[in-house]
């Protein structure tokens, strides 16, 4: 790959992780590289116009006599699916509180642990990075921009929480796989922690988000939480 | 299974949809309009169509490009249906010059500036990858193009922006 080939090609996505070794060792075109993925986020952040509110048309009623049943949700790592009932979850638990049935403790934390259990895949130990091209997919330049460092990033999957994009991260720890997601749009006061059957973490206050940091037990989490704030900054 | 219950387990499943994706269907039809109003009567027809055409979507792990789709859909109807010309950037109609009269940021009003300025053809492909986050096999996919041709659009539509900035 020459340098005119790799600059179409990083102009074409700013992910594009081929060329390896012409850009390792061309001054030239790691300055472009740098160019192109500023520039793409700058391009990010001018598409984020304001979204006004949303005025639902009205639906008329279908016919439904030929339906039985909507499809099985399957209990997998399937993001929306997981969001859709994690918003279901939400909203009930919402209700009963309201309706002073009793009083319930529902917090983001639940939903942090909620969703990891909800996608064990996650936690599979890996050595294996994940490309620059699936972190961007899972880290959208709309919401955030995430530097590697020098963290080994063994999961990136775009998710939902509560009705938000979460990206999710899992990267290698001390003794195992630490959980990390980017939540742009649920602001917290103040660091709250999180105690899980087996694990343990905090979510962090970053600006009007917050992320999560969730590891083992037994995993020093303080550096890894230095690491990860130096490497987040919101685009939204 | 009653047909009230059907419907009413149909209807959260749309809401729980139109929750998650809404500002993103909002923000391709205004990219794609480039105007704030015309885009809330593109959302508001997707929507609609999205409602009635439901039950085809079977797994909802696709509901979003479904849902862009749509909105895709509606927007080239809207344009088809009332032959509108041309956007001119210099003689914008108010809710056009809304989309571009938003950021305190000046470096910022500009490169919005120069994407409103951008041919459809070089626009829709960036929006759906810098804003939506989509592979370029998956927009060529969406567009209906070859991937060559989507990276081609890309690699233009960047340089015509980083041309406009540097001006």
Redesign the interface.
């Known amino acids: 790959m020459n340098c005119e080939e790799y600059r179409?090609?990083i102009?074409?996505?700013p992910a594009f992780d081929g060329g390896v070794s012409h850009v390792a060792g061309c001054s030239d075109c790691q300055a472009y590289q740098r160019?192109?993925q500023s520039?793409?986020l700058?391009?990010?952040?001018?598409?984020?116009?304001?979204?006004?509110e949303?005025?639902?048309?009205e639906?008329?009623?279908?016919d439904?006599?030929g339906?039985?049943?909507?499809?099985t949700?399957k209990r997998s790592m399937?993001?929306?699916?997981f969001?859709?009932a994690a918003?279901?979850v939400l909203a009930t638990s919402i209700s009963v509180r309201m309706s002073g049935v009793f009083e319930s403790d529902y917090s983001l934390a639940d939903d942090v642990l909620a969703h990891i259990d909800h996608e064990p895949g996650s936690l599979r130990a890996s050595n294996a990075a994940v490309s620059d091209?699936r972190l961007?997919?899972a880290v959208?330049?709309?919401l955030a921009t995430y530097e590697r460092g020098e963290s080994l990033i063994t999961y990136a999957q775009?998710c939902?929480i509560n009705?938000n994009s979460v990206p999710h991260l899992v990267i290698r720890g001390q003794y195992g796989p630490v959980t990390i997601l980017l939540m742009p749009d649920e602001k917290v006061a103040e660091a709250t922690p999180i105690e899980g059957a087996n694990v343990k973490g905090v979510i962090l206050p970053v600006g009007d988000g917050s992320i999560a940091i969730v590891g083992g037990r037994d995993e020093p989490l303080e550096a890894i939480k230095k690491n990860v704030l130096n490497s987040v900054t919101w685009t939204t | 299974?009653t047909?009230s219950s059907?419907?009413g387990?149909?209807?959260?499943?749309?809401?729980?949809?139109?929750?998650?994706f809404?500002?993103d269907m909002?923000?391709f039809a205004?990219?794609l309009s480039r105007d704030?109003a015309i885009a809330?009567d593109v959302v508001?027809e997707a929507?609609?169509r999205a409602?009635?055409s439901?039950?085809a979507l079977?797994?909802?792990?696709a509901?979003?490009p479904w849902l862009l789709t749509i909105v895709r859909r509606e927007n080239a109807r809207y344009f088809e249906k009332r032959r509108l010309e041309t956007v001119d950037i210099d003689n914008l109609s108010a809710s056009q010059a809304a989309?571009l009269a938003?950021?305190p940021n000046e470096?910022?009003d500009d490169?919005?500036t120069a994407?409103f300025g951008l041919d459809d053809d070089y626009r829709e492909p960036?929006?759906l990858?810098?804003?939506?986050?989509y592979?370029?096999s998956e927009i060529a996919e969406m567009m209906g193009l070859k991937q060559g041709a989507?990276?081609?659009r890309?690699?233009r539509a960047?340089?015509k922006?980083?041309d406009s900035?540097e001006q």
């Open positions: 179409e090609a102009a074409a996505d160019e192109m520039l793409n700058r391009i990010a952040k001018a598409m984020l116009v304001d979204v006004p949303l005025k639902m048309p639906l008329p009623d279908i439904t006599s339906v039985t049943s909507l499809p949700p399937k993001p929306v699916w969001a859709i918003t279901v091209d961007v997919r959208p330049a709309s775009p939902v009705g | 299974m047909s059907i419907q387990e149909r209807r959260q499943r749309f809401d729980s949809l139109v929750s998650v809404y500002q909002y923000r205004a990219w704030k809330e508001q929507l609609l409602w009635k439901l039950d079977r797994d909802d792990d509901a979003k989309l938003e950021s470096e910022l490169l919005r994407i960036l929006v990858q810098v804003l939506m986050g592979s370029t989507v990276l081609t890309l690699h960047r340089h922006l980083k900035v």
